[in-house]
């Protein structure tokens, strides 16, 4: 088993469409579970989309938690209030990028690598060049 990944936008299409390539790049060997949107489907979050992506990605090798903004970080630490304390402790919220740092986490977490270990492969979107270097 590997470490889960959350994909937590305030767009079901963003956060299905990080969700289609990370899986594509871990070869669909990682559960990723996606809570875009609010429940009517407006642009938003909900805690209630988070809370059941949270226990869809849950294992006992963790859980890594990526976002698109601020906002849903809030809604995030709300979720996870809701959760048990055990399951708690095996999730970390990530600071990454979010299509960059899904991608790496995924490859990393195919891998059969650690939480940590997938939480620091994800930091390291903030590296990622992008476009053409002067």
Same mark, same amino acid.
């Given at each position: 088993?590997?470490?889960?990944? =959350?994909? =937590? *936008?305030?767009?079901?299409?963003?956060? $299905?469409?990080? @969700?289609?390539? @990370? %899986?594509?790049?871990?070869?669909?060997?990682?559960?990723?579970?996606?809570?875009?949107?609010?429940?009517?489907?407006?642009?938003?979050?909900?805690?209630?989309?988070?809370?059941?992506?949270?226990?869809?990605? *849950? /294992?006992?090798?963790?859980? !890594?938690?990526?976002?698109?903004?601020?906002?849903?970080?809030?809604?995030?630490?709300?979720?996870?209030?809701?959760?048990?304390?055990? $399951?708690? $402790?095996?999730?970390?919220?990530?600071?990454?990028? !979010?299509? %960059?740092?899904?991608?790496?986490?995924?490859?990393? @977490?195919?891998?059969? *690598?650690?939480?940590?270990?997938?939480?620091?492969? @994800? /930091?390291?979107?903030?590296?990622?060049?992008?476009?053409?270097?002067?």
């Amino acid at each position: 088993m590997s470490v889960g990944i =959350v994909i =937590v *936008s305030h767009s079901a299409r963003l956060a $299905e469409g990080v @969700a289609e390539l @990370a %899986e594509q790049m871990s070869m669909g060997e990682v559960t990723i579970a996606v809570a875009g949107g609010t429940d009517d489907g407006s642009i938003g979050t909900s805690i209630d989309k988070v809370i059941a992506a949270l226990q869809k990605a *849950s /294992n006992p090798e963790g859980t !890594l938690v990526l976002l698109d903004l601020g906002s849903a970080v809030m809604v995030t630490e709300m979720a996870l209030e809701q959760l048990d304390p055990i $399951e708690r $402790e095996r999730v970390i919220i990530s600071t990454a990028p !979010l299509v %960059e740092g899904a991608v790496l986490a995924a490859v990393e @977490a195919s891998a059969g *690598s650690t939480l940590a270990e997938v939480a620091e492969a @994800a /930091n390291n979107g903030h590296e990622m060049p992008k476009g053409q270097q002067a």
